[in-house]
């Protein structure tokens, strides 16, 4: 997000603009404002390779913040903010985190959270008006700072969280190098080259800007001196006239938000001219086959698809004439090499189906966590995953057919059922239970809890409300059931491993 060359250039080029309020950025205010955010992260001590923590709405102080921190040597971590405050201490605490920024509008789960967080020396809420008792208002701190680089400047980067199988997220950690912040890391030329971004674009971001795709591509698009449109939450006729208004070049997506293009009436899509769009990139979740063929019919040939992890220990990549030659694929391996293995470690004959790694491009680490990080690498240790199943066909176009432990995507966020199943354990009217994803028509797939009650409770749908609530009192929301069924015994090997297949098996169709 080091801009400072557009901010010399052309300093009243709009840097941010958001959706639907207009409120705009230019590259001077933007490249200010991170100049004296990095000056405030002096002056606290922060120095490189130290951890700042960020949990915040969509807005432009956020990327402001992201910006101090590229230029200042830091690592920071991008929370996502539809979490618990049990969930947002563990984060904050395990990424020792030495400062936690918030936006305003999350305060009241960062509030709670913050007595976890014996790590941060100060708490810092953003577009507020004034402090807010432990949190100090970043407007006042940065006042009197200069809009000068800090002369120590070096280059920072994000640290992002993957959830594991056991519901515990893990930090995902790079050794920075030492260079000077208007050098990328090198992932980042990666990632413009992959999106087909370029000088005088204009992109258009409708995603949460915690997760890793929408933090890089904006990244990418501010070091290039693109204007980025910035939706506070995505609606679906807003993006058509977001990309219609600013004259949207470039965009990336997940599944959810086609379907939700796509159920809009004929009328309302043909209503706005959607000519400027040159590419949309999508990925994060299985995209079916109808929906995108549907895509590529209305918008044309522009549409790409790529498959990695926010490990980015390799990626596929198809444009649109390689998916609709191999329907359904999610493109050749463009980083790393994909390697299909057995169980047993054995390289799987062509179509048939493995856990998925790549080869050769393993240089992340799970943070503080030796033991996780050993778990997804190979022995020889050239070799990593993040667990998804899939096969190669005799060209090496590769397809997904599940992913590790029924990892459930929903509206393209990973969910992972084995925390929700965890905490549903501990209810005294579950005596078992398994958390699955389900078929759903907008989100892709739903949380469903299947239960087994403990003696003395009988199923009820009165019973399958309390359940939901209860998930809700201590998880967040997305990681909750949205349908809770009943069985009279859940299916166990004698190992007393739950055979999940069998529970999923029956929401999903056969072939």
């Given at each position: 997000m080091?801009?400072?060359?557009?901010?010399?250039?052309?300093?009243?080029?709009p840097?941010?603009v958001?959706?639907?309020?207009?409120?705009?950025v230019?590259?001077?205010?933007?490249e200010?404002?991170a100049?004296?955010i990095?000056?405030?992260?002096?002056?606290q001590?922060?120095?490189?390779?130290?951890?700042?923590a960020?949990l915040?709405?969509?807005?432009?102080?956020?990327i402001?913040?992201e910006?101090?921190?590229?230029?200042?040597?830091?690592?920071?971590?991008l929370?996502?903010?539809?979490?618990s405050?049990?969930?947002v201490a563990?984060?904050?605490?395990?990424?020792t985190?030495?400062?936690l920024?918030?936006?305003?509008?999350?305060?009241?789960v960062?509030?709670l959270?913050?007595?976890?967080c014996?790590?941060?020396?100060?708490?810092?809420v953003t577009r507020?008006?004034?402090?807010?008792?432990?949190?100090?208002s970043?407007e006042?701190l940065?006042?009197?700072?200069p809009?000068?680089?800090?002369p120590?400047e070096?280059l920072?980067?994000a640290?992002?969280?993957?959830?594991?199988?056991?519901g515990?997220?893990?930090g995902?950690?790079?050794?920075?190098?030492?260079i000077d912040?208007?050098?990328?890391l090198?992932v980042?030329d990666?990632?413009?080259?992959?999106?087909?971004?370029?000088?005088?674009?204009?992109?258009?971001?409708?995603?949460?800007?915690?997760?890793?795709?929408p933090?890089?591509?904006?990244?990418?698009?501010l070091?290039l001196g693109a204007?980025?449109?910035?939706?506070?939450?995505?609606?679906?006729?807003g993006?058509l006239s977001?990309?219609?208004?600013?004259?949207?070049?470039?965009?990336q997506m997940?599944?959810?938000?086609?379907?939700?293009?796509?159920r809009?009436?004929?009328?309302v899509?043909?209503?706005?001219?959607?000519?400027?769009?040159?590419?949309?990139?999508?990925?994060?979740?299985?995209c079916?086959?109808?929906v995108?063929?549907?895509m590529?019919?209305w918008?044309?040939?522009i549409?790409?698809?790529y498959y990695?992890?926010?490990e980015?220990?390799?990626?596929?990549?198809c444009?649109s004439e390689?998916?609709?030659?191999?329907?359904?694929?999610?493109?050749?391996?463009?980083?790393?090499e994909?390697?299909?293995l057995?169980e047993?470690?054995?390289?799987?004959?062509?179509?048939?189906?493995?856990?998925?790694?790549?080869?050769?491009a393993?240089?992340?680490?799970?943070f503080?966590?030796?033991a996780k990080?050993a778990?997804?690498r190979?022995e020889?240790?050239?070799?990593s995953t993040?667990?998804?199943?899939?096969?190669?066909?005799?060209?090496g176009w590769?397809?997904?057919t599940?992913?590790?432990?029924?990892?459930?995507?929903?509206?393209?966020?990973?969910?992972y059922?084995?925390?929700?199943?965890?905490?549903?354990a501990?209810?005294?009217?579950v005596?078992d239970?398994?958390?699955?994803?389900?078929p759903d028509?907008?989100?892709?797939e739903?949380v469903?809890?299947?239960?087994?009650p403990a003696?003395?409770?009988?199923?009820?749908?009165?019973?399958?409300?309390?359940?939901?609530?209860?998930s809700r009192?201590?998880?967040?929301?997305?990681?909750c059931?949205k349908?809770v069924?009943?069985v009279?015994?859940?299916?166990?090997?004698p190992?007393?491993?739950?055979?999940k297949?069998?529970?999923?098996?029956?929401y999903?169709?056969?072939?």
């Open positions: 080091y801009a400072a060359r557009t901010a010399a250039a052309q300093p009243d080029k840097a941010i958001m959706v639907p309020t207009g409120e705009t230019t590259f001077a205010d933007y200010a404002a100049n004296r990095a000056h405030l992260l002096r002056a001590g922060l120095k490189r390779g130290d951890h700042i960020i915040s709405s969509n807005n432009p102080s956020m402001e913040i910006g101090a921190a590229e230029r200042t040597g830091l690592y920071f971590t929370i996502n903010s539809y979490l405050a049990d969930e563990y984060i904050v605490d395990n990424s985190a030495k400062m920024f918030c936006s305003a509008d999350k305060l009241e960062a509030d959270a913050a007595p976890s014996p790590g941060v020396q100060r708490f810092v507020s008006s004034g402090d807010l008792g432990r949190w100090e970043l006042r940065v006042d009197g700072y809009s000068t680089p800090v120590d070096r920072g980067a640290m992002l969280y993957s959830s594991g199988t056991t515990r997220p893990k995902i950690f790079r050794e920075l190098p030492e912040p208007a050098q990328a090198p980042m990666f990632v413009r080259h992959l999106f087909g971004f370029r000088e005088g674009m204009t992109y258009l971001n409708p995603a949460p800007l915690y997760h890793s795709a933090q890089s591509s904006v990244a990418a698009s070091r204007t980025v449109v910035v939706m506070e939450h995505f609606d679906a006729e993006w977001a990309v219609e208004k600013y004259r949207v070049t470039n965009c997940v599944p959810t938000m086609f379907t939700r293009l796509l809009l009436p004929s009328e899509r043909d209503r706005y001219d959607l000519s400027s769009l040159e590419r949309i990139v999508h990925a994060a979740a299985p079916p086959i109808p995108k063929q549907a590529i019919d918008l044309g040939p549409i790409t698809e990695g992890a926010t980015a220990n390799g990626f596929t990549f444009d390689e998916w609709l030659a191999h329907p359904g694929t999610v493109g050749r391996a463009v980083l790393g994909v390697v299909i057995d047993d470690g054995h390289e799987c004959p062509t179509g048939t189906d493995g856990t998925v790694w790549f080869r050769g393993t240089n992340f680490e799970y503080e966590d030796p990080t778990e997804s190979a020889d240790g050239n070799m993040v667990g998804d199943i899939g096969h190669l066909d005799a060209q590769l397809y997904l599940d992913r590790k432990s029924y990892m459930i995507i929903s509206g393209g966020v990973n969910i059922p084995q925390e929700t199943e965890n905490l549903l501990t209810h005294p009217a005596g239970v398994a958390v699955i994803g389900a028509p907008d989100m892709g739903k469903v809890a299947v239960v087994e003696a003395g409770y009988e199923a009820s749908p009165e019973l399958a409300a309390e359940l939901i609530r209860f009192a201590h998880l967040a929301h997305f990681k059931p349908q069924d009943f009279t015994e859940l299916p166990r090997l190992t007393g491993k739950l055979y297949r069998l529970v999923r098996d029956q999903w169709p056969k072939g």
